[in-house]
């Protein structure tokens, strides 16, 4: 008896040691108004629905929403370093939304990001990136429209960081799961957009992902 007692001790220490346990920290969701929650209350914004998950899955991680309304890459870059004070373990950058609606240059909206990516890693060396895709329609032009598209993959390809391959998958066009506005998610909306990100930031987050 004692030594199957023994025994099922070391295939139990066996099992702890090499098991791939999430490594815990802190999330940052970089974005715009879709990130922020514009017309729901913040509870109900998708940053607030992916940390109910993450408590329900016992997950060690905290997340923090800088999502600010109106925001392009460019406010994004310029507000970067007050943002990342703290030690950050997983972003995910979720901003290029205003850049299309603008009709900004596809280019600069990729260095602006690329650049954002950089000055994240620099001050967070082992941090995980996360990217998330964003489409415009194409009435902006389809020439536009698809360029606008590839940024998102080029730039998860180039970092080596995971994508979510379109932010407002299944939200997008869906009158009823839109504000308005028809831009805005609703409640409703968010919560398919957490599923959107969820699929992909899990697997960063138990380590089984980029």
Not at 3 to 8: V, W
Not at 35 to 40: D, E, N, P, S, Y
Not at 113 to 134: E, F, Y
Request: hydrophobic share 50%; net charge positive; no cysteine.
């Amino acid at each position: 008896m004692r030594k199957l007692t023994r025994r099922i001790l070391v295939l139990s220490l066996f099992a702890l040691f090499f098991a791939a346990p999430a490594f815990g920290g802190t999330i940052l969701f970089l974005g715009d108004s879709l990130t922020a929650g514009f017309g729901v209350q913040q509870e109900q914004a998708y940053p607030a629905l992916i940390q109910q998950k993450i408590r329900e899955k016992n997950l060690p991680f905290d997340v923090i929403n800088a999502g600010v309304s109106g925001d392009t890459t460019a406010g994004g870059l310029a507000r970067l370093d007050w943002v990342v004070q703290k030690k950050i373990d997983v972003f995910v950058l979720a901003l290029g939304a205003n850049d299309g609606l603008r009709g900004l240059p596809v280019v600069q909206m990729k260095a602006n990001l690329q650049a954002i990516i950089d000055r994240v890693k620099a001050k967070n060396p082992t941090v995980k990136i996360v990217i998330a895709g964003i489409q415009m329609p194409p009435n902006l032009g389809g020439d536009y429209a698809a360029a606008f598209r590839q940024v998102f993959a080029d730039l998860a390809r180039e970092n080596k960081a995971a994508l979510i391959p379109f932010l407002l998958d299944g939200v997008g066009g869906h009158i009823d799961l839109n504000q308005a506005d028809h831009i805005h998610p609703t409640a409703a909306g968010h919560k398919v957009v957490a599923e959107n990100v969820w699929r992909v930031l899990e697997a960063v987050l138990t380590n089984t992902g980029s």
